[in-house]
């Protein structure tokens, strides 16, 4: 649980290793586990949102959907206090890193992401790490609404992986690989701009009632579909 690390020294901000994602992945996607954990990528889609979003969210509210992506209820069973303390360890860590890099050093902010080969082709596989952060912001999806609705373009091909008008829209549009990496570059510049967007001191979350001030709507993305995570 949570509380098992509530007493550990100060979380490093270093970030995880190869040897330490692919022992985080293990973990999560163990047959023995809980039903519905996320795998890395998600799990960096979802960090990446709730260190982004406008108000704090507490670990102890969205580590329990790590583990259980649809009711946030299951956990995992630890085979000891030095486990429970090793994974949770690896996730605030990942956590923190993302917090200070975004922070501090937007410019070095890398996103953690799968990939396949197609025809001697690397084709990054977006749709998970678009779902932990759709997720991420599910967590207060109200107070996401000044980006949705000011900035929709930033969450735009989020968007289009997670909902159902989203993949509606997808199936419609024609298969184009430049396309989708043009699609899947342009993540990683949006979460820049959302996180120093809901930094900014300006921002404040809106309260209940409360209507965003108008500004230009930027054009919605318009981009071809790719194979999701379960496709050929």
């Known amino acids: 649980s949570w509380r098992a690390c509530q007493n550990a020294p100060m979380i490093s ?4 290793t190869d040897a330490e994602m692919k022992r985080l992945d293990e973990f999560l996607m163990r047959e023995d586990g809980p039903a519905d954990p996320m795998d890395v990528a998600m799990l960096d889609g979802f960090l990446t949102a709730v ?8 670990p102890s509210e969205w580590l329990r959907w790590v583990w259980d992506t649809e009711n946030g209820q299951e956990s995992p069973e630890f085979n000891s206090q030095q486990e429970a303390q090793e994974i949770i360890g690896l996730i605030m860590r990942h956590y923190q890193h993302l917090n200070d890099t975004l922070t501090h050093a937007p410019q070095d902010y890398e996103m953690y992401i799968m990939e396949h080969t197609h025809e001697g082709r690397v084709i990054p596989i977006i749709d998970e790490w678009c779902m932990g952060y759709y997720k991420g912001m599910a967590l207060d999806l109200k107070a996401w609404s000044p980006v ?10 989020i968007v289009l992986y997670v909902t159902d008008e989203g993949w509606d829209e997808l199936k419609k549009l024609p298969t184009d690989l430049d ?3 043009a699609r899947a570059d342009s993540l990683a510049e949006s979460v820049r701009q959302i996180h120093a967007f809901l930094l900014a001191p300006p921002f404040q979350p809106m309260a209940p009632g409360e209507t965003p001030p108008m500004q230009r709507r930027p054009e919605p993305c318009r981009s071809p579909p790719t194979a999701g995570r379960n496709d050929p």
């Open 13 to 16: 901000s270093a970030p995880l």
């Open 51 to 58: 260190v982004s979003g406008p108000k704090l969210v507490m």
């Open 148 to 157: 949705i609705m000011l900035h929709p373009k930033w969450t735009g091909t």
């Open 179 to 181: 396309a989708h990496q």
